[in-house]
């Protein structure tokens, strides 16, 4: 019998041994390693036989097993190999080098640009929504810079601790880190960088209380969300919220040295916001979280549960999108947007509630980001004009 046919079924072709890698905790096979078509059977406990069938393996011919010692990194590899008759399942393609701008774009994908970019853009009224007077350009800037560099690092702070579960999840699963383009000790440095940029430029320009608040967001977003809650509760998204709402803090803080309170209601306008924007993606990624082990509403509580929070949560929503102008910091016209643009988000949410589907969840989904969108949009135009 052959060696091959004594590891079981698990086959992996060569041009996915990045499975391989995981399992010896290295990174991927370097090309100069395995070339031709060659399909590789890779047990389970892949160590223990290899010791085991040491002198078996010594004594099979080439085309039974081919010692791997191409690579230093890989001095220890015992690649078992079919026969050059059984055919391959399919052709190894060496993965060619990562080019600067390759790279370069990985880590700058890692920051998760679409996520800082709203964060980003739910701080701009806070610039102005206390007093009704704009700061110099400069200064806005220069905070608003600050927060977004926080912003990034909790990011990348996140795909580092996170980088296992991200293998796991179809969403995830081409991130930099999980497909080894970016090394974790890169990362891990590229994310301490940005904050520390992030909390100098804000204690340059805000003094330290803006400082203090943009580094216990971070702190909050990678200790308190990722590290503890989101493993652990169904709640991890209610609670770890709050880092995600925390950049109308910031601005008000390095700007006044205080918080004022409509950048107290724009923080929990966003601190609501969150958890129906999250749960609907966890509506139709539910077998994503399922692999990941993470503890999602829908998982824990059914879809039915989650979908009435959902409501709940948008419906719990709108005295906070009227606000500024009820208490007369934003115009009429900025109070009657609101007010539509939030029963519209709450239709949204009822259709998905009476009538459970994938593309309601994903309705929702989109709605909620044209949602906050809006809002945000809407009051700094009204500060401007205004």
């Not at 509760?233 to 040295?257: E, F, Y």
């Not at 993470?294 to 005295?319: D, E, F, K, N, W």
């Amino acid at each position: 019998m052959r060696i091959s046919e004594k590891l079981g079924d698990r086959r992996i072709a060569i041009d996915s041994l990045c499975i391989t890698a995981k399992i010896f905790n290295n990174r991927l096979i370097s090309d100069r390693l395995l070339a031709g078509q060659l399909a590789v059977n890779v047990p389970d406990n892949f160590d223990r036989w290899r010791r085991a069938n040491a002198a078996r393996i010594s004594t099979a011919p080439p085309t039974e097993v081919r010692a791997v010692h191409a690579c230093a990194d890989w001095p220890d590899v015992t690649a078992i190999a079919h026969p050059a008759q059984d055919p391959p399942q399919s052709a190894f393609k060496a993965r060619p080098a990562a080019s600067w701008g390759t790279r370069a774009r990985a880590f700058v994908s890692m920051t998760r640009p679409s996520v800082v970019g709203l964060v980003f853009f739910t701080g701009v009224p806070a610039l102005a929504i206390n007093d009704g007077q704009w700061p110099q350009w400069s200064l806005s800037a220069a905070i608003l810079t600050g927060v977004a560099l926080c912003a990034c690092a909790s990011s990348v702070f996140n795909a580092w601790l996170e980088r296992d579960l991200d293998a796991k999840m179809e969403r995830t699963r081409n991130r930099p880190l999980p497909t080894g383009l970016v090394a974790p000790s890169a990362a891990l440095a590229w994310a301490w960088l940005l904050a520390i940029f992030g909390c100098l430029i804000l204690l340059a320009y805000g003094g330290w209380a803006g400082c203090v608040a943009g580094a216990a967001t971070i702190a909050f977003y990678v200790i308190v969300y990722t590290i503890w809650l989101k493993p652990r509760t169904p709640l991890n998204i209610v609670i770890g919220g709050a880092a995600g709402a925390a950049p109308p803090l910031i601005v008000d803080a390095a700007l006044n040295g205080s918080i004022g309170w409509q950048s107290l209601n724009m923080f929990v306008l966003v601190f609501l916001w969150t958890p129906p924007h999250f749960w609907a993606i966890s509506l139709f990624r539910t077998s994503d979280y399922a692999n990941a082990g993470l503890p999602m509403l829908p998982l824990t509580h059914g879809s039915a549960h989650t979908r009435l929070r959902m409501l709940q949560y948008a419906i719990s929503m709108v005295p906070f999108a009227i606000f500024p102008a009820v208490s007369r910091s934003l115009s009429l016209g900025y109070g009657l947007f609101a007010l539509a643009v939030s029963i519209w988000f709450v239709i949204v949410c009822l259709r998905l509630y009476r009538h459970d589907s994938e593309p309601g969840a994903r309705k929702v989904f989109a709605a909620s980001l044209i949602y906050l969108h809006a809002v945000f949009a809407a009051m700094t135009v009204d500060l401007l004009l205004h």
